[in-house]
């Protein structure tokens, strides 16, 4: 089962910040936390990953509180191309190496005009 | 750089018979894991290989099955399909901490 849990669904205007929250209550203290999206019908899109600070990159920021028990994802001016469904996810892998990634349902963000 | 490529992209198949699916990683990724998605039960690992070697593997049937050659290209088979197979099959690449994904391969099955 997936270890995070987020809203199914979310709106956001196009040119304002999206933030999309997750909660990881039981994550551990090796564990990372990962965002994907996927766009329909494509596959997944690696976002941004951190461990315990936050972390930022050309798509996004990631903020995870001091406890890492719950973190949110920032893309601060989305678009309509960033409607697509969102995943959070706690990374089980081996020296960060490969490893699976277990989904759950995402948010499906839709931005608009 | 090339990204991750799957063969074939659609696939129709009918009940009983078997499939291959491809997977081409990326350039030096050395890490291939598999996924299926379906409507209902969203996106599901399958397993991973690593080196020609499965290293991880998650919770479906014998009839799903992969192997992993020496340049790294990966291929998933299934057995004796049943409808409820029909799903998109994703790959993906990885070499460090993420992992690039494929197109995936639509799988119908009647």
């Known amino acids: 089962d997936a270890k995070t849990t987020q809203p199914p669904s979310m709106d956001c205007a196009e040119g304002r910040a999206a933030n999309l929250p997750c909660n990881h209550s039981?994550?551990?203290?090796?564990?990372?936390v990962y965002w994907y999206r996927q766009i329909h019908s494509q596959g997944p899109q690696y976002i941004i990953h951190?461990?315990?600070n936050n972390e930022t990159n050309e798509m996004a920021s990631l903020i995870i509180t001091e406890d890492r028990k719950s973190s949110t994802l920032i893309l601060p001016h989305a678009t309509l191309r960033d409607t697509a469904v969102y995943y959070c996810i706690v990374r089980v892998g081996v020296n960060n190496q490969g490893g699976k990634l277990i989904f759950g349902q995402g948010t499906e963000l839709s931005v608009k005009p | 750089k090339a990204g991750v490529t799957q063969t074939p992209r659609y696939l129709i198949k009918t009940r009983g018979q078997q499939v291959t699916l491809s997977c081409s990683p990326i350039?030096?990724?050395?890490?291939v894991s598999w996924y299926q998605q379906t409507p209902g039960q969203g996106l599901q690992f399958l397993f991973e290989?690593?080196?020609?070697?499965?290293?991880n593997k998650g919770n479906f049937p014998g009839r799903f099955s992969g192997r992993q050659f020496s340049n790294s290209r990966s291929e998933m088979n299934v057995s004796t399909l049943e409808l409820g197979d029909s799903a998109l099959y994703l790959c993906?690449?990885?070499?460090?901490?993420?992992?690039?994904f494929g197109p995936g391969t639509r799988l119908t099955v009647l």
């Open positions: 350039s030096g990724h050395r890490s």
């Open positions: 039981t994550i551990s203290g090796n564990e990372y």
């Open positions: 290989y690593f080196s020609e070697t499965q290293r």
């Open positions: 993906a690449s990885s070499k460090d901490s993420e992992q690039f």
């Open positions: 951190g461990l315990k």
